[in-house]
T-cell receptor, first 113, second 112 residues
Framework: DTGVSQDPRHKITKRGQNVTFRCDPISEHNRLYWYRQTLGQGPEFLTY????????KSRLLSDRFSAERPKGSFSTLEIQRTEQGDSAMYLC???????????FGAGTRLSVL | AQKVTQAQTEISVVEKEDVTLDCVYETRDTTYYLFWYKQPPSGELVFLIRRNSFDEQNEISGRYSWNFQKSTSSFNFTITASQVVDSAVYFCALSDGNDMRFGAGTRLTVKP
C-alpha cells in the first residue's frame, strides 16, 4: 500500500493528558499537511510542511499543539494537556508540491473524556 | 480571505436521477485551485478533480461532470444517473497553492 498512513486510527484519552499522532506520507511527496475535522464540518487546515520545514500554521494551532517532520519523511502531531474541545478527527495529507493534489489518510479519531 | 460555500447541506435522490452539488467560492488571488473530494462512510477523503483558475473548461469523467464559471465564482459538480454507491459527503475546496479551505460539505443520499 503506497497511500498516506496514519497511526493510531483511534485514540481515547483523559483530559489533561498528552497525545501524539503519526503520519507517513506517500513516499515521493515533499509536502505534508495536517487538518482537523469535527462532526458535520469540512476539514480545517492546521499546518503544513515542505520537506522538513514547517511553512504555515493556522491560528487554530494553539501553543498546546506542535508538529514536526524530522528528515522530511513522516510527521508527528502532538497535543499537550488535551481538552474536550480537541475531540475530532485529525487528518493528514501529502502532495507533490508542483501538482498540489492532496491525498488523504484515513485519519486519527481522538476522543477526550 | 478565502471562503467556500456549499449551501446544500443534504440532498436525497432516487437512483438514476441526476444531481448537482453547488459550490461558490471567494478569493482575492488570481491564481488558485479548486477541488472536489468525496468522503464515503468509511471516512477517507477521496480526490475527484482539481481545476486551476486559468482553466475554465468543463470536464466530464464518466458519470461525473464539473462546471467551472469564474464569472459567478462557482464550481458545480453533477452526477448523472446516480447510484447508491455515490452516497457520501462531498466537499468542495479552494487552495492558493499552500493551505486548502474546505466547504462544510453536502451529504448526498441515493436511495434504491
Amino acid at each position: 500500500d503506497t497511500g498516506v498512513s496514519q497511526d493510531p486510527r483511534h485514540k481515547i484519552t483523559k483530559r489533561g493528558q498528552n497525545v501524539t499522532f503519526r503520519c507517513d506520507p506517500i513516499s515521493e511527496h515533499n509536502r505534508l499537511y495536517w487538518y482537523r475535522q469535527t462532526l458535520g464540518q469540512g476539514p480545517e487546515f492546521l499546518t503544513y510542511f515542505q520537506n522538513e520545514a514547517q511553512l504555515e500554521k493556522s491560528r487554530l494551532l494553539s501553543d498546546r499543539f506542535s508538529a514536526e517532520r524530522p528528515k522530511g519523511s513522516f510527521s508527528t502531531l502532538e497535543i499537550q494537556r488535551t481538552e474536550q474541545g480537541d475531540s475530532a478527527m485529525y487528518l493528514c495529507a501529502s502532495s507533490r508540491g508542483v501538482e498540489n493534489i492532496q491525498y488523504f489518510g484515513a485519519g486519527t479519531r481522538l476522543s477526550v473524556l | 480571505a478565502q471562503k467556500v460555500t456549499q449551501a446544500q447541506t443534504e440532498i436525497s435522490v432516487v437512483e438514476k436521477e441526476d444531481v448537482t452539488l453547488d459550490c461558490v467560492y471567494e478569493t482575492r488571488d488570481t491564481t488558485y485551485y479548486l477541488f472536489w473530494y468525496k468522503q464515503p462512510p468509511s471516512g477517507e477523503l477521496v480526490f475527484l478533480i482539481r481545476r486551476n483558475s486559468f482553466d475554465e473548461q468543463n470536464e466530464i469523467s464518466g458519470r461525473y461532470s464539473w462546471n467551472f464559471q469564474k464569472s459567478t465564482s462557482s464550481f458545480n459538480f453533477t452526477i448523472t444517473a446516480s447510484q447508491v454507491v455515490d452516497s457520501a459527503v462531498y466537499f468542495c475546496a479552494l487552495s492558493d497553492g499552500n493551505d486548502m479551505r474546505f466547504g462544510a460539505g453536502t451529504r448526498l443520499t441515493v436511495k434504491p
